[in-house]
């Protein structure tokens, strides 16, 4: 079975400062792996998703996140925090082949930007 | 296009009431979740559908039931609602395949008192 851990139920950073936001899987098969945003009182939004091709996923917003297969991990990143990514972040995986497709979710990282 | 569509917003129910959430969506996806989200507990999947005609019960679907009878509609039943339901859920769709985006409605936010 699936399952996704994220690192930190809470990150707090300053205006500008680096974003890192901690996901590591867990599957017998590299799953396709994603990372969702949740704005205050709302759905969530695709951020940036990887499936078979770079490991490097340049997503929305500046946000990017690096797939290692090694470390099962697929961490997202940002240069330079605004203080419009305040929000909810989740990562979630859904398995590759046969025909379950489930997504999976983390439990959710909630970033503060600080002025 | 309006995407996933979920009504109501907010609702609040007492205890043995009964309701139906609603959700539709516009483009023609074949799979559709419903999701329940608790604080720091990311969202827990209730039940999903493959396409119309075709349910089957995810993580955690006790004292839930869902219908699909179009490729639009995926209604989630409460039949008697309990304290514990008390949460915001969430409708989402997506092509059948598994690197596919899911997209997510607004969410309904449910109190049972």
């Known amino acids: 079975a699936q399952s996704v851990t994220q690192l930190g139920s809470h990150v707090s950073v300053s205006e500008g400062a680096l974003v890192l936001l901690r996901c590591n899987y867990s599957s017998s098969v590299p799953p396709y792996l994603f990372w969702y945003v949740q704005y205050p009182n709302q759905g969530l939004q695709l951020l940036l998703k990887?499936?078979?091709?770079?490991?490097l996923v340049k997503g929305i917003n500046g946000f990017e996140a690096e797939f290692k297969k090694s470390e099962t991990s697929f961490h997202l990143t940002k240069p330079s925090a605004h203080m419009s990514d305040a929000a909810e972040y989740f990562c979630?995986?859904?398995?590759?082949?046969?025909?379950?497709?489930?997504?999976?979710f983390g439990k959710g990282t909630l970033l503060t930007v600080n002025p | 296009n309006a995407g996933v569509t979920q009504t109501p917003k907010f609702r609040i129910l007492k205890i043995g009431q009964s309701m139906t959430l609603q959700c539709t969506q516009d483009m023609n996806h074949n799979y559709m979740y419903w999701y329940r989200q608790d604080p720091g507990m990311g969202l827990k999947l209730i039940y999903y559908s493959v396409g119309a005609g075709i349910t089957d019960k995810g993580e955690v679907p006790n004292g839930y039931n869902v219908s699909r009878s179009t490729t639009e509609d995926f209604p989630l039943r409460l039949e008697l609602a309990a304290p514990s339901q008390t949460s915001v859920y969430f409708c989402a769709s997506s092509y059948l395949e598994g690197s596919s985006e899911a997209f997510f409605g607004q969410g309904t936010r449910l109190t049972v008192v």
């Open positions: 990887y499936t078979s091709a770079a490991t």
């Open positions: 979630a995986v859904s398995p590759r082949g046969g025909s379950n497709y489930k997504l999976t």
